[in-house]
């Protein structure tokens, strides 16, 4: 398995690798519906980027890509820079964190990641003061009954004219 060959403490640029996976995703022809999905085995730890975390953050949002964060870094009990990153980033595009530092976790990752992406439903609207500028829009979104569990972008970014 190409995983087990993985080693922790090599040169990483890992925002941008999200920077040019959203950038592939959102040149796939919109001829059909897809699902846009970045899926990064990391320790967050980024090291040799050129872009920032916010950069990544704003390519995936602008692929409408979901981020799912299979964390490999090794338990510490703290809260690291890395797996704030992967919060951060996996967050703000409507995904989430899995830990992944052993076999099993990243199994059992995998799997959580498959019932994820099948169990989604897209919801869409169109704005009451729609504008075509490329600005970012927040929205919100809450779930009407008590003990769902929503995953979703905390905004998009509007088309350009």
């Known amino acids: 398995m190409a995983i087990d060959g993985m080693r922790p403490g090599d040169a990483t640029a890992f925002y941008d690798a999200v920077v040019l996976g959203s950038m592939k995703l959102a040149e796939e022809p919109e001829d059909r519906p897809l699902r846009h999905v970045l899926m990064v085995i990391t320790d967050g730890v980024d090291n040799q980027s050129h872009c920032s975390l916010q950069a990544a ?47 099993s976790e990243l199994k059992a990752a995998l799997q959580k990641a498959e019932i994820f992406l099948r169990n989604q439903y897209a919801v869409g609207y169109t704005p009451m003061n729609f504008k075509a500028d490329g600005r970012f829009r927040p929205i919100e979104i809450k779930a009407a009954r008590h003990g769902l569990r929503l995953h979703a972008r905390r905004g998009y970014f509007a088309p350009h004219d």
């Open 57 to 103: 953050e704003q390519a995936a949002v602008k692929s409408e890509a979901v981020v799912l964060a299979l964390d490999s870094s090794l338990p510490s009990g703290q809260k690291t820079a890395g797996a704030k990153a992967l919060a951060d980033l996996a967050t703000s595009s409507g995904g989430f964190v899995l830990p992944a530092q052993e076999k």
